[in-house]
């Protein structure tokens, strides 16, 4: 069988590979400076980081998991190691007793506070400040165009949207 398939320009070679690239090295690059520096992966890292901001620092499991992209499995087993570390806790919903709220614990709280600043400053090093204005401008323009293919209708939108609406 065969297919035919539109093949890529040398110029959209050049650019897919450089995205494929990316994709790969920087998810490597941010765990090793949360781990060396914080202890936590980044996807760690995000969990706490949005339990932070959240309303008295607790969210419903299911938004938790919106918000991180991540299937309730995944952040299930997340959820348990960082409860096991004490930076989290589990708790029933005040609003509904079938669901599962996650609390960021005293000690988490002082970790995000303890790794916020140099994940930050890695983010700004490797991404941020290696782009002009313009082309900050034109990332997000990029990745929109992206993820409306990715995620057409927005079910996963919770961890990339979470900011847009606090500019």
């Known amino acids: 069988m065969t297919v035919d398939a539109q093949w890529l320009t040398q110029k959209q070679l050049s650019a897919w590979l450089r ?3 990316v994709l790969e090295l920087l998810p490597t690059a941010l765990d090793g400076q949360l781990r ?7 996807f760690d890292y995000q969990v706490l980081a949005m339990l932070s901001e959240a ?4 969210m419903r499991m299911a938004k938790l998991a919106e918000g991180t992209t991540a299937t309730l499995a995944r952040l299930s087993h997340v959820v348990q190691r960082l409860e096991t570390r004490g930076l989290l806790e589990r708790v029933p919903c005040p609003g509904d007793r079938r669901a599962t709220n996650a609390r960021l614990t005293e000690a988490g709280w002082q970790k995000v506070r303890q790794a916020a600043p140099g994940h930050v400053t890695f983010v700004r090093d490797h991404v941020i400040d ?6 900050i401008a034109q990332l997000a323009d990029i990745t929109e165009a992206v993820l409306k293919r990715l995620d057409p209708d927005a079910s996963r939108a919770g961890m990339y949207r979470w900011y847009d609406s606090r500019d």
Do not use: M
């Not at 309303?55 to 607790?58: E, V, Y």
């Not at 290696?130 to 082309?135: E, R, S, V």
């Open 19 to 21: 995205l494929a690239a």
């Open 130 to 135: 290696a782009l002009t204005p313009d082309q």
């Open 36 to 42: 060396r520096d914080a202890q936590l992966t980044h």
């Open 55 to 58: 309303p008295d620092r607790a």
